[in-house]
């Protein structure tokens, strides 16, 4: 393998440092800083650019600090605890001016990142698969090239720690167990399995057990398929299967930003798509004159009708976006549109049909930036400029930055 002593000139998307060599190629190094020099040994070579492993940092950046975590640099799910907590949220606004740039072509305000108030301990799910040896339940390390034991992490709440520790099963067709804890202490384990028939199960202290289907619905095995969380003092019902923002405090700040956007006065009819359990939904409904929301997932949707029982001007629609969209008879423009979709993005068709509705005012929510700005030209070409776009740093430590964007509709003749 080839070795090669590089200077890391920033930090790409993923949560790699990249610099470039003499010959103008990009190396992407895992766990590097801008502004270090580094010797490192090429591991993959693809066209146009090459992946490294830093062997040895030869110039320090001021950024460095000592990882809490002692798995950190195999377990793939940090990217930045070697950085210290006001550098990572400077990092990672320059990712998404790079990205919108570059994959966009887009120029725009980007607001500094709103930080955490606790980057750790904060998560209140965890995702365990099973190692490949059948010792013990861990994450994916990328180095590794498969599941490694954990034995604890740093970044989610201390009770599911413990809920972590006192966990005894084998399941030899286990394929992701996903531990939540509620708002209100009550815990939820659910398992996703090979296997159609549910396990036998006994538990000996307070817990919840679901199955989640490939579909992302589920079905209890014991107690509730669900739990409450709170945001911006509101209760949200959230089944095993539906998503929920990791942290319940940096959701309530993107729920004002969300509505600062909005500017609703209560005269506005609004179209929300990708609704989830209804969170933004049950904000929006409450300065709306009428919202229609769209969610394909059926326990999420479910999850908000429940959370949504005491409003009287909501629509909900339970099906795929595209295809609602097509047959969705709104009577006149929305005045707002608000999208919320899962990592993949829109995409060109989604994108389409809701520029084709001509919204005043069209507003994004993201957790990444690369689909983000994919999406953001397509917008663009139909008529929607980004006018500004707000981070939220959701998951401290990792590479991944959620977003709220605002796009208005340009002045153009129809």
């Known amino acids: 393998m080839n070795t090669i002593k590089i200077k890391i000139e920033s930090m790409a998307n993923g949560g790699a440092g990249m610099g470039v060599d003499k010959k103008k190629r990009p190396f992407f190094i895992p766990y590097t ?4 020099t580094v010797r490192a040994t090429v591991t993959m070579e693809k066209k146009g650019f090459s992946y490294a492993q830093a062997d040895e940092i030869l110039t320090l950046s001021p950024d460095r ?24 949220l400077k990092y990672k606004r320059a990712v998404i001016h790079e990205q919108l740039a570059r994959i966009g072509g887009i120029e725009t305000t980007i607001r500094a990142a709103i930080p955490h108030p606790d980057p750790w301990e904060y998560r209140i799910d965890v995702e365990l698969s099973p190692c490949s040896d059948e010792q013990g339940l861990g994450f994916w390390s990328p180095s590794m090239r498969r599941v490694m034991p954990i034995e604890s992490c740093p970044l989610i709440d201390p009770r599911l720690q413990q809920l972590w520790d ?19 202490g009550d815990l939820l384990a659910a398992f996703e399995i090979d296997n159609v028939e549910p396990p036998e199960l006994q538990v000996d202290f307070p817990l919840s057990v679901a199955i989640v289907m490939p579909d ?3 079905a209890s095995l014991i107690g509730d398929h669900y739990l409450l969380q709170t945001v911006n003092g509101r209760q949200f019902r959230v089944s095993a299967g539906s998503f929920f923002h990791p942290s319940p405090i940096m959701a309530g700040k993107m729920v004002e930003a969300v509505m600062a956007y909005a500017d609703l006065d209560g005269t506005e009819n609004v179209l929300e798509l990708y609704g989830g359990v209804g969170m933004l939904t049950a904000f929006l409904a ?21 959370n949504l029982a005491e409003f009287d001007n909501i629509t909900l629609y339970n099906g795929v976006v595209t295809e609602v969209l097509d047959m969705l008879d709104l009577g006149s ?14 995409g060109k068709t989604a994108v389409r049909s809701t520029a084709a509705t001509r919204p005043q005012r069209i507003i994004y929510v993201s957790n990444d930036i690369a689909t ?30 959620d977003m709220v964007a605002l796009f208005l509709r340009k002045n153009v003749k129809e």
Do not use: W
């Not at 409450?286 to 429940?306: F, G, L, Q, R």
């Open 216 to 218: 992302r619905t589920a």
């Open 286 to 306: 409450e300065k709306a004159s009428a919202i229609a929301t769209v969610e394909s997932n059926p326990d999420a949707a479910d999850d908000m009708a429940a």
């Open 333 to 346: 423009a929305p005045d707002v549109i608000v999208v919320n979709p899962p990592r993949g993005g829109m």
């Open 372 to 401: 983000l700005a994919r999406d953001a030209k397509v917008f663009d070409r139909f008529g929607f400029e980004m006018k500004e776009i707000r981070p939220f740093d959701m998951t401290p430590h990792h590479y991944q930055v």
């Open 33 to 36: 800083i801008p502004g270090e």
């Open 65 to 88: 600090i000592e990882p809490r975590c002692t798995h950190f640099g195999v377990c793939g799910g940090c990217h930045f605890q070697h950085i210290n907590y006001s550098a990572q």
């Open 166 to 184: 006192d966990v005894d099963l084998l399941l030899f067709d286990l394929r992701k167990l996903t531990l939540r804890v509620g708002d209100d």
